[in-house]
């Protein structure tokens, strides 16, 4: 079964304090793997995606790389305003995407 | 431009009770999607529309979920009757072409039903 886990599912972090989240999927065939951001009250704002094995993007202090099995979405000298949830997904086997639970980043100041 | 449109963005209702959702997605944008996020979960798809045609509605609770992409544009999503496990919120997200993972969410809309 294609299925998407997130860890940890909440972290705190002081600013400036790096950090990496996790997202651990399981599916045949990766077409893709997607990261969002998600504030309060909002709805899931895109941010990567990321093809292939070995593959890095980055955006502000945020790089976001992937393995065969993983992505991993590092977190570099936070701030405040890197505080929100953060989901990742991949297509399934119908091709809709299947997201993972997020975890819930709180930087404090 | 202007981003995924949705309404109402809170609502309360009584179990048994019906409600109506509504999305004008970004323009220009074929595919529509209705997802449902219960709070802690990431959002679940319920229904997805290429133009005003039905992809993939298999999450869909039929016995009393529908929606409807007239036109292809605008999109419905309709409850009824309610039960309390329907208490999510439902967001609306468009993209330009199938599904490429980039997709343009809406605010949401919050239902509570007690």
């Known amino acids: 079964e294609d299925q998407v886990t997130q860890s940890p599912e909440a972290l705190r972090l ?36 990321l093809y292939s094995a070995g593959e890095e993007k980055e955006k502000e202090r945020l790089k976001a ?18 505080s929100a949830t953060y989901l990742c997904a991949v297509p399934g086997a119908t091709n809709k995407l299947i997201f993972g639970t997020g975890t819930l980043l709180a930087v404090q100041p | 431009e202007a981003g995924v449109a949705q309404s109402p963005r809170y609502k309360i209702i009584e179990k048994r009770q019906s409600v109506a959702f509504w ?5 220009g944008h074929a ?6 996020q219960i709070l802690g979960q990431g959002p679940k798809l319920l229904i997805q529309f290429q133009n005003n045609g039905v992809v993939d509605d298999s999450q869909l609770p039929k ?34 072409a199938g599904l490429t993972g980039e997709l343009f969410f809406g605010e949401g809309s919050r239902l509570t039903v007690l």
């Not at chain 1, 065939?29 to 995606?49: C, I, S």
């Not at chain 1, 790389?65 to 890197?82: G, M, Q, R, V």
């Open chain 2, 31 to 36: 595919t529509l999607y209705w997802y449902q």
């Open chain 1, 14 to 49: 002081q600013e400036g304090e790096s950090s990496s989240l996790n997202c651990s999927y399981t599916v045949s065939g990766l077409r893709g793997l997607f990261w969002y951001r998600q504030d309060p009250g909002k709805g899931p704002e895109f941010l990567f995606t």
């Open chain 1, 65 to 82: 790389t992937l393995t065969k099995k993983e992505s991993f979405l590092h977190i570099t000298a936070p701030k405040p305003e890197d």
């Open chain 2, 23 to 27: 999305c004008n997605p970004i323009s």
């Open chain 2, 63 to 96: 016995d009393r979920f529908s929606a409807e992409r007239l036109k292809g544009v605008d999109s419905t999503l309709k409850i009824q009757p309610a039960k309390l496990e329907d208490s999510a919120v439902y967001l609306c997200a468009s993209s330009p």
